[in-house]
């Protein structure tokens, strides 16, 4: 069973930059696509991006697109999240999640990590 995890979070501050990865557990990794979620406090769970197996494809949250960079590198079993110019309204946990279809709903996605908090201070 793949396992996942998220390092790179932290606190920072707003107009900073911070960069996620997602470590996976195994070679599985990747021949699963792979997408960031995140969760604010007292909000539901929503979609960042997503990239295929290959990295061919890839899709943003409309909102998000232009600040945040999504990649992997299938030889490392690792996915990073890039994200630049941050807002107060970024802070919340971010997860990534491991699904065969991909997408951006969070019930196609079968693996999960345990999430790394991003707080974005003025």
């Known amino acids: 069973q793949l396992q996942l995890v998220e390092s790179g979070g932290g606190l920072v501050q707003a107009g900073d930059s911070l960069r996620l990865s997602c470590a996976g557990s195994?070679?599985?990794?990747?021949?699963?696509?792979i997408a960031w979620f995140r969760q604010a406090p007292g909000k539901e769970r929503e979609f960042v991006a997503d990239?295929?197996?290959?990295?061919?494809?890839?899709y943003y949250a409309d909102s998000l697109k232009g600040r945040f960079t999504i990649s992997r590198d299938n030889a490392k079993n690792t996915g990073h999240l890039q994200m630049s110019n941050l807002k107060l309204e970024d802070t919340a946990a971010y997860y990534c999640a491991a699904s065969r279809a991909g997408g951006s709903s969070e019930w196609s996605y079968d693996y999960w990590g345990q999430g790394t908090q991003v707080t974005v201070s003025s």
């Open positions: 990239i295929s197996d290959s990295g061919g494809k890839i």
């Open positions: 195994d070679r599985t990794f990747s021949t699963y696509a």
